[in-house]
């Protein structure tokens, strides 16, 4: 099965480092784009934040998920 999941850049970075983390997602490499802050290292850069992430990551890996809709203003 083939999904294309289309982000608004502001989430991309996000995105991208929770589905690397995923061992069943495979993800086509993309030309580069400009240059834009990363989201992730930021995130990361708290240690609440970065818990929270994990944590978040952790209970995907033991099939623990919730489904949540992006709000429609972004």
């Known amino acids: 099965m083939k999904i294309t ?5 502001s989430h991309a970075g996000f ?7 995923l061992p069943f997602v495979k ?4 030309p ?3 240059a834009t802050p990363d989201e ?3 995130l990361l850069s708290s240690p609440a934040n970065a818990e929270r992430l994990y944590a978040a ?8 998920r919730e489904t949540h809709a992006l709000p429609a203003s972004i």
């Open 5 to 9: 999941l289309e982000v608004p850049d």
């Open 15 to 21: 995105l991208l480092e929770l589905l690397r983390n």
């Open 27 to 30: 993800l086509r490499e993309q």
């Open 32 to 34: 580069a784009k400009t």
């Open 40 to 42: 992730t290292a930021h």
């Open 57 to 64: 990551l952790e209970r995907d890996r033991r099939g623990e």
